[in-house]
């Protein structure tokens, strides 16, 4: 794109109505003191074109000052664009803002279409605006200037080493590089924490694994069962005796609970009624329950009903225990009568035999549940420390492919930036290309001597 002219300005800042510049196809030279609207020239096609200013990039006031009451400012410009087109553009800014492109109104987006892209168009037509640009916005702005290169290319200039680590072109080595740190980061807690279970399991697996107990007594506590089943079968009045033994006992104890317990407290309970039922009975009768004079005589009728049909409730439950403990008595009469008949030396003899035989055997028996027991919380243990064991392999597994992954990020980190670094050394040579048909001298003006400074 080229910048033909200014065709005309109206109340654009200081300059003249109607003011027009013809620029030279080559050079044209703009020639005055300071503050002589030399700059305001320049900033002339840039604000038609753009509606930013010379110096700070963003939308200025361009109204004169000393014309408050003009309506609208405006500015005509001619350019010629790349197929060699002229073109004319017209700004209006005040009471009525548009552009004109060829007489018909547009928009700034349209106009884009001759310079692309807005901020290299800026410092292009400025490059001290370049100059004062943060340098991130710089550096961002270089990297967007730079020649678009093919991904492939770039990773055709790799070692087949470093190809095979990075396995595939990347489009942008700095985002790619951010995700990979991102995951490395992911990675490093996640050997933090299967290093944590390690950690948790290593007491337990570092466990002695004890050995099962036998029970080598088998064969001996069979024998006695055996023996024990014999005498039983042969001595069925032995065994009987110690049956009848227990029995007298427990005769005797519900006899004992029925004299010495349920009968004393129903007794007590029949005396503390009957002394009520004399009470109700008497002239002078008096309520069980407010101890005042019973004046009612269907009252005290009532009560001595109910009393006499407790009494009558009590004197069966009483008959009723007389007879259980007459039966009781009774049968334990037979028990000792029996136990007296089987009572011989001959049976004791077995009893006790029997006895003792049961001793052993119980003894065996409580041997062998304590090692199985004893065996239960070994296999327990053991099953404990394999499973230790097992989790410590898997997480040492663990550690191992996330540290091996890790290490193939670092090394893709590393290879990424040098892709970066071949693609931006490729670009530059390419510019470097385009440069050597373009010059650009930057100059700057001390107000005290007038002198320029290149």
Aim: glycine share 4%.
């Amino acid at each position: 794109m080229i910048i033909k002219s200014i065709d005309d300005t109206r109340g654009y800042k200081g300059l003249p109505d109607g003011t027009k510049v013809v620029f030279n196809e080559k050079i044209t030279y703009i020639i005055g003191d300071n503050y002589k609207t030399k700059s305001t020239i320049l900033s002339v096609p840039l604000w038609v074109m753009t509606g930013y200013s010379l110096n700070e990039g963003n939308q200025e006031d361009v109204s004169d000052d000393n014309r408050p009451n003009l309506r609208n400012v405006t500015a005509q410009i001619t350019i010629i664009d790349n197929e060699g087109e002229e073109h004319s553009i017209f700004r209006s800014k005040g009471k009525s803002n548009y552009v004109l492109l060829d007489g018909i109104r547009t928009t700034r987006e349209a106009l884009s279409k001759f310079y692309k892209d807005i901020q290299f168009f800026l410092c292009a037509y400025n490059p001290y605006r370049f100059r004062s640009m943060k340098k991130d916005e710089q550096k961002e702005l270089l990297l967007r200037l730079l020649p678009n290169i093919e991904k492939e290319e770039i990773f055709g200039l790799l070692t087949e080493e470093e190809q095979e680590i990075l396995a595939e072109p990347i489009l942008d080595a700095k985002e790619y590089n951010k995700e990979k740190r991102a995951k490395i980061k992911e990675i490093e807690f996640e050997i933090k924490r299967n290093e944590g279970i390690k950690e948790s399991n290593l007491l337990t697996a570092l466990k002695v694994e004890e050995k099962d107990k036998t029970f080598d007594k088998e064969m001996e506590l069979l024998d006695l069962e055996a023996q024990y089943e014999n005498l039983l079968k042969g001595g069925i009045g032995a065994f009987n005796l110690e049956d009848i033994k227990r029995k007298i006992k427990l005769l005797e104890e519900k006899l004992s609970k029925i004299l010495k317990e349920d009968l004393v407290n129903a007794k007590e309970k029949k005396n503390k009624i009957q002394e009520k039922l004399n009470n109700v009975s008497s002239v002078n009768s008096e309520c069980p329950v407010c101890k005042q004079k019973i004046v009612n005589e269907a009252l005290r009728k009532a009560l001595e009903r109910q009393y006499n049909k407790e009494l009558e409730t009590l004197d069966a439950s009483i008959e009723k225990l007389k007879q259980e403990a007459k039966g009781y008595l009774a049968e334990m009469n037979s028990k000792k009568a029996l136990f007296n008949k089987l009572n011989t030396s001959e049976n004791k003899e077995k009893l006790e035999n029997i006895t003792t035989l049961k001793e052993k055997i119980e003894s065996l028996k409580e041997e062998k549940l304590e090692i199985e027991l004893y065996n239960q919380k070994v296999e327990a243990k053991r099953k404990e420390i394999r499973n230790a064991k097992l989790q410590i392999e898997k997480v040492e597994d663990a550690i191992k492919t996330l540290t091996e992954t890790k290490e193939l990020y670092e090394k893709q980190i590393v290879v990424a930036k040098k892709f970066r670094k071949l693609k931006i050394e490729r670009q530059v040579k390419l510019i470097r290309n385009l440069l050597d048909k373009v010059t650009i001298d930057f100059y700057k003006v001390d107000t005290s001597t007038r002198r320029n400074y290149r």
